[in-house]
C-alpha cells in the first residue's frame, strides 16, 4: 500500500503546478498523502508531490479531472476496486 500511495501522490502531484493557491491536482495529492500509515510516509509524500508540482505543471485536462476525483477519493476505500477509480489510480 505504501508503495501504491507514493506512486499515486507523484503521479497526481505531476499534474500539479506551483502556483500561490492550491491547485485541485495538489489538493488531490495531498488527500491521497492522508491515507499514508504513519507520519513517516505522509511526510515522504508530501515532499514528493511538491517536488512533483514544482517540476511540472497542470493543463486545464488534468485539474478537471483532479476535481472530479477530489471529492470521490477516500483513504477507507482506496484498497478496492472502486477506491482507487474513485481517486484516479485506476481506471
Known amino acids: ?6 506512486t499515486a501522490a507523484v503521479l497526481c502531484a505531476s499534474l500539479s503546478g506551483l502556483t500561490a ?11 491521497l498523502c492522508e491515507c499514508a500509515l ?6 515522504i509524500c508530501q515532499q514528493r508531490a511538491a517536488d512533483e508540482e514544482a517540476r511540472v505543471e497542470p493543463t486545464a485536462e488534468n ?12 483513504c477507507r ?5 472502486e477506491g482507487k477509480k474513485a481517486c484516479g489510480l485506476a481506471r
Open 1 to 6: 500500500m505504501r508503495r501504491l500511495l507514493l
Open 21 to 31: 493557491c492550491k491547485t485541485s491536482c495538489r489538493e488531490l495529492s495531498e488527500k
Open 38 to 43: 504513519n507520519s513517516v510516509e505522509k511526510q
Open 63 to 74: 485539474e478537471i479531472v483532479c476535481e472530479e476525483r477530489l471529492e470521490g477519493c477516500d
Open 77 to 81: 476505500t482506496i484498497e478496492t476496486e
